[in-house]
Antibody
Framework: QVQLKESGPGLVQPSQTLSLTCTVS????????VHWVRQPPGKGLEWMGR???????SYNSALKSRLSISRDTSKNQVFLKMNSLQTDDTGTYYC??????????????WGQGTLVTVSS | EIVLTQSPVSITASQGEKVTITCRAS???????LHWYQQKAGSYPKLLIY???ILASGFPDSFSGSGSDTSYTLTISCMQDEVAASYYC?????????FGSGTKLEIK
């Protein structure tokens, strides 16, 4: 079955770089798009960006200057790197898979999420 | 960017009561690209309704969705303990995909 799992450090210092990994199973990264969505504590959901099945990336313009998404198809992993972290980057980070093999932005499959706290 | 405005922000309903949540878009969206998610505390968002009105697997038919253009609605026909959660609309009509700010539904 389709599974996604986020991993990474729970605590990051201000101004440092966040590195997260989304490990997937049950589907191929060369067939489906994987997205990153985040949620500050007690707040709503924000789409961050996506890795397309063909390797193309797309980013939320509000984060584009700080964000990079890459992948390793041999390891079934998608990576998120975001620099210059501030306290308002604290939140739960999810990876999610598009339901269809196109940019439909319909998220039926989610990881459990990983909580990232930005604090010194 | 399409902004989705949900109302109400929060609602408290009694057992058996009907609940309606509204999602308004800043510009027109095809009904094929408007979806709803349910999120319970400490859990990830779960796809509840897609393409405006199609119920996702595992959810009871007490949930329904409708709407078109810039106005969409999620209806819960009968409030029960297990539907207490936060609900988010989301549009996939144009990039970036955006979510509504959420509606927190609590039981009285």
């Amino acid at each position: 079955q389709v599974q996604l799992k986020e991993s990474g450090p729970g605590l990051v210092q201000p101004s440092q770089t966040l590195s997260l990994t989304c490990t997937v199973s049950g589907f191929s990264l060369t067939s489906y798009n994987v997205h990153w969505v985040r949620q500050p504590p007690g707040k709503g959901l924000e789409w961050m960006g996506r890795m397309r099945y063909n390797g193309d990336t797309s980013y939320n313009s509000a984060l584009k200057s700080r964000l990079s998404i890459s992948r390793d198809t041999s390891k079934n992993q998608v990576f998120l790197k975001m620099n210059s972290l501030q306290t308002d980057d604290t939140g739960t980070y999810y990876c999610t898979r598009d339901t269809y093999t196109t940019d439909y932005y319909l998220f039926a499959y989610w990881g459990q999420g990983t909580l990232v706290t930005v604090s010194s | 960017e399409i902004v989705l405005t949900q109302s109400p922000v929060s609602i408290t309903a009694s057992q058996g009561e009907k609940v309606t949540i509204t999602c308004r878009a800043s510009s027109s969206i095809s009904s094929n690209y408007l979806h709803w998610y349910q999120q319970k505390a400490g859990s990830y968002p779960k796809l509840l309704i897609y393409r405006t009105s199609i119920l996702a697997s595992g959810f009871p038919d007490s949930f329904s969705g409708s709407g078109s253009d810039t106005s969409y609605t999620l209806t819960i026909s009968c409030m029960q303990d297990e539907v207490a959660a936060s609900y988010y609309c989301q549009q996939g009509s144009s990039s970036p995909p955006t979510f509504g700010s959420g509606t927190k539904l609590e039981i009285k």
